[in-house]
């Protein structure tokens, strides 16, 4: 079809700037007008598709949306491309639900489900055998994985689990109705199974974390910390363009992977210099590890199914961020294809990050410390019971890091008796099972261009004979690796495994390939068995290190569509290639996270608990970068002694300050 009205190609100053509402609006109408949006259409996903690596520049550039079309009434699921500039559909297809999967769960089925269950006569009945009416219950929507449950092939299903809710503001996980599970068929609109083992007492523990009888007097021996920087941030924000100390970005958001962060390039003594294209969480999965009838299914992959970043959090000054903050607001599109905007979505300030650099040298008299700081780009997101913070942290000296924060509520069940072998006791009849928070880093790598190559470090000990008289030697081995089934690895705490990522075209001083290397907190990889279901849809989790060829296509580690796929998509399709990755434009995808053997101390709510990795500047730079960084002022480092008072911390130095 013709576009009679504007294009809103011009509205994008950058092609990588985050969808705007009217991009969003225009989206929708052109689907609209290609007769694709009825009214039973719902909006699984709505996402800017990023422009060819390499592009800088908003001209002859073809904004891109991909869309998720989901019909009950139609019982059809779409994947559409169009063109913003064109103002046209560019491609579509049709899944087939048995082989492709569902899409992602809709916000409007965590309502569904519970109104589907009040009418259905089997869950009433099982309700009033345990003394409880759909009125005292809340159910969790839960994503249904793929199991072998019969004349499951091909439906949109839900699982649920109920949770007696005594009043209107109490935290219903306090009570699992356990014993009992809905399957749910949410096209259908219908309960497609049920199993009922009979009433188990539900816990009578209070939950309310809120209420001054469980939380107690509010403590009085904290003392206020303020955060201040009169002058304002040493950051820039210009759009999505984010500029700090050397590096600058461009701050995406997607309503499947929360936080992208693209082009990330770094500028010392006058040379920028790219290190990765685009950043981003692809995907996340949490396993439960109770065999139990009602908790055996029980895998989220809260990227892929639920979408992180569409149920991101408006985050408040003061609570969430602390010190000068800068917020971006994302829009992102509802269920039916509106643009609906999260307000302070994104959080971006400067933090004080400890020391950076301290030497008292005795033979050259000198005493000098350098205090670090980081920039951080965070957003906090709620799915179900849970509550996940990304921070991306980006250092003066060039260092790279990624911090996941869990924390909110354990996921509960009525403990069979206190010697059960698959859950904690979180409190007294309450247990929460053992699971995994598993997370996936897509790292696409650019350093000082697309010429890379991923080479493992490992420490290697050397026995005590020639040449080693004393036993003392050590050195480290470094293996490349050169093609896709190469490069599946595995953390090893043991050897100091490391991996170096470097480009072989351009070299330091030294002569050797500029780098970074990829430090890896080497925890337990997926838990479950090698022929489970979740060790087939979740195969990236079951490894550290995966490296392929960069495609623009290969976004997500567990492939395109997570919820109810049989397996093997992603990661194990995509190195199924075997293609070449030595001096190439290559992904470094990086798996990590926790196991979680819950604690009394978890419950009600759940102090945070932290997982990650770091990138460090391994041979980048031809020296220590932060020589330039500034002493403090005798206001920030030292007592009594004169000067200036420097607010920034890193200014200017004079008599008292750290040096």
């Known amino acids: ?41 719902r909006f699984a996903y709505l996402g800017l598709i990023d422009p060819p690596k390499g592009t800088e520049s908003a001209a002859d550039v073809d904004r891109r949306v991909r869309v998720m079309l989901w019909d009950a009434a139609l019982s059809r699921s779409l994947d559409v491309r169009l063109s913003l500039t064109a103002g046209r559909v560019l491609d579509q297809r049709e899944l087939d639900p048995a082989v492709d999967g569902q899409l992602p769960v809709l916000i409007e089925e965590f309502e569904i489900i519970e109104e589907i269950l009040a009418k259905d006569p089997q869950w009433n009945a099982a309700l009033a ?25 091909g439906k949109r299903l839900l699982r649920g689990l109920g949770f007696r809710q005594d009043h209107a503001n109490d935290h219903a996980w306090a009570h699992p109705i356990d014993g009992l ?19 188990v007492d539900v816990p009578e523990v209070n939950g309310n974390y809120t209420e001054p009888a469980i939380h107690g007097e509010h403590r009085t021996d904290l003392k206020p910390i303020e955060i201040t920087q009169p002058e304002g941030p040493s950051f820039t924000l210009e759009g999505n363009h984010l500029s700090w100390a050397g590096w600058d970005l461009r701050v995406g958001f997607d309503a ?75 829009i992102v599109a509802d269920d039916f294809g509106n643009p609906r905007t999260i307000d302070n979505g994104i959080c971006i300030h400067e933090e004080d990050a400890g020391i950076l650099w301290k030497h008292t040298d005795e033979w050259a008299k000198s005493n000098e ?58 409190a007294p009849g309450l247990g929460a099972p053992y699971h995994q928070h598993l997370f996936n880093a897509r790292l696409d790598m650019m350093i000082d261009g697309a010429t890379n190559r991923v080479e493992e ?87 550290h290190l995966w490296v392929t060829r960069h495609a623009e296509d290969e976004l997500y580690a567990a492939g395109d569509f997570v919820n109810q796929h049989p397996g093997d998509a992603g ?80 200014g200017h130095s004079e008599a008292g300050g750290c040096h």
């Not at 194990?572 to 101390?601: C, K, M, N």
Request: hydrophobic share 35%; net charge negative.
């Open 1 to 41: 079809m013709t576009l009679e009205t504007p294009t809103l190609a011009a509205l994008a100053q950058h092609p990588l700037e985050q969808l705007t509402a009217e991009e969003i609006r225009e989206a929708r109408r052109i689907l609209t007008d290609a007769g694709l949006v009825e009214e039973t259409t």
């Open 129 to 153: 055998s345990r003394g409880l009416t759909p009125a005292q219950v809340r159910v969790a929507p839960l994503s249904a994985g793929v199991f072998e449950y019969e004349n499951e092939t």
């Open 181 to 199: 599970v809905a399957f749910v068929d949410v096209e259908k609109r219908r309960v497609d199974h049920l199993i009922d083992d009979g009433p």
């Open 256 to 330: 499947r992977e929360g936080l992208v962060l693209q082009q990330i390039h770094h500028t010392h003594n006058g040379r920028r210099r790219p290190l990765i294209h685009r950043a981003a969480i692809s995907e996340m999965v949490v396993p439960y590890g109770d065999p139990s009838p009602y908790r055996s299914w029980q895998n989220y992959f809260d990227s892929g199914e639920y979408l992180v970043g569409r149920d991101a959090n408006s985050l408040k000054l003061g609570c969430d961020c602390l010190g000068e903050i800068t917020y971006l607001s994302p």
């Open 369 to 426: 410390v350098r205090r670090n700081r980081r920039l951080v780009v965070s957003f906090f997101t709620t799915v179900g019971n849970y509550d996940y913070g990304f921070y991306w942290y980006l250092y003066l000296d060039g260092t790279i890091e990624f911090e996941a924060k869990a924390t909110g509520i354990v996921f509960t069940a009525a403990l069979p008796d206190k010697d059960y072998a698959y859950a904690s006791e979180i």
């Open 457 to 543: 470090l490992d420490l290697v000990r050397l026995p005590k004979g020639e040449g080693n008289p004393h036993g003392n030697a050590f050195t480290q081995k470094r293996t490349v690796l050169a093609r896709e089934s190469e490069a599946i690895r595995d953390a090893d705490g043991t050897k100091g495994r490391v991996w170096h990522i470097s480009n072989p075209e351009s070299l330091n001083q030294l002569g050797h390939p500029v780098g970074y290397t990829l430090y890896p907190e080497g925890g337990p990889t997926l838990a479950m068995a090698d022929d489970s279901s979740i060790a087939s849809r979740a195969a990236f989790a079951r490894h």
């Open 571 to 650: 990661l194990p399709t995509y190195v199924a290639q075997d293609r070449d990755i030595d001096g190439q434009d290559l992904v470094v995808w990086h798996s990590f996270g926790l196991t979680h053997f819950p604690r009394p101390e978890d419950w009600p709510i759940m102090p945070v608990d932290t997982t990650g990795f770091t990138l460090k500047p391994h041979g980048f730079f031809d020296a220590n970068p932060t020589l330039n960084v500034p002493p403090s002022s005798s206001g920030h480092c030292a007592s009594g002694a004169g000067g200036t008072e420097d607010p920034t911390g890193v």
